[in-house]
């Protein structure tokens, strides 16, 4: 876990390990990660951003190898855990979730700074639901603590991720529907049929936090063209922001997605890192996400 700075930083974040963040970004951003945990070939393995329990090209190896990975809500004590020994050490504490659409972590979290809300009451302890996954969720973390450094109070921070959680468009693609499938997130014919015909699904994030399917095209490249078409229609000032795109063991792809969005949009910077395994375990190998502020999701 990061320590917390004793610069200027008035109020402690706090996260999940969902947030795809590398850690040396989340280390450089002082951010307190809680690591979520998953499960492959019977035993247990905690997700900690610098995959130290399984190198994440070992974790992306045995699921092209056929086995499958389970994941596990995080529970109440955990981030009691994680947020009590900032709070003892007279720090505020703003917990940015895991999408409340797609994993009871966050209600975890909820929970856990109502219960610090009452048992702290001299300490200001907020949660924000992202409504956002992967590096969705860790680009607003990555905001969060930008705003944090330039001497924003914890609840401006709050208030500015409310306003604009919404704006954070997730565009993905997936090269295998069976993960999906196996996840409950698609139909078995559904995934039958793209394989058969190399379909690939485009799939966006919604309002409430869920998977959506919002189309299909045939083939690879379509499918990575398609995301950044869809970031050109509805983008705001993309030269002026930084673009994140999380990977399955893809980074070529990654690479073009990034050259793309640079070439088409004027955009300056891209953050690239991998989707970890509590994602990957149910998104697969293969998967390519892009995460941009827009007009909407």
């Known amino acids: ?17 969902s947030c795809d963040l590398s850690a040396r970004m989340a280390e450089e951003l002082e951010i307190s990660v809680l690591p979520l945990s998953f499960s492959m070939g019977g035993k247990e393995y905690r997700n900690d951003l610098d995959g130290r329990e399984m190198p994440i090209r070992d974790f992306y190896a045995r699921l092209r190898a056929g086995e499958t990975s ?10 009691l855990g994680v947020m009590e020994p900032l709070l003892r050490e007279g720090k505020d504490v703003l917990n940015v979730a895991f999408s409340s659409g797609l994993s009871n972590t966050c209600n975890a979290a909820q929970m856990a700074c109502r219960e610090l809300a009452e048992k702290y009451p001299e300490r200001k302890v ?12 860790g680009m607003l973390v990555y ?19 409310e306003a604009n959680k919404l704006h954070l468009c997730h565009w993905f693609t997936v090269d295998d529907l069976n993960h ?23 799939l966006h994030v919604d309002d409430e936090g869920h998977l959506v399917s919002m189309g299909k095209v045939r083939g690879r490249r379509a499918s990575l063209n398609a995301l ?3 970031m050109e229609q509805t983008a705001t000032d993309p030269q002026d922001q930084t673009v994140f795109l ?5 980074e070529q792809d990654a690479e073009y997605v990034a050259a793309e969005v640079k070439r088409r949009m004027g955009v300056k910077e891209v953050v690239i890192n991998d989707v970890g395994p509590v994602i ?15 007009t909407h999701r």
């Open 1 to 17: 876990m990061a320590g917390m700075g004793n610069g200027m930083n008035s109020f402690a974040i706090v996260t999940d390990s």
């Open 143 to 161: 905001y969060a603590a930008r705003l944090r450094q330039a001497g924003k109070s914890i609840g401006e921070v709050r208030d500015w991720l």
């Open 228 to 230: 950044v078409d869809h």
């Open 280 to 294: 990957g375990a149910h998104s697969g190998p293969g998967t390519m996400a892009l995460f941009f502020f827009g």
């Open 246 to 250: 999380s990977h399955g063991d893809t």
């Open 70 to 79: 389970t994941t596990a809500a995080v529970n109440v004590e955990s981030y």
């Open 126 to 137: 907020f949660c924000v639901d992202t409504l956002a996954a992967s590096l969705g969720q």
């Open 180 to 202: 999906l499938k196996r996840g409950g997130r698609i139909s078995a014919a559904t995934a039958l049929i793209g394989g058969m015909l190399n379909i690939k699904p485009v």
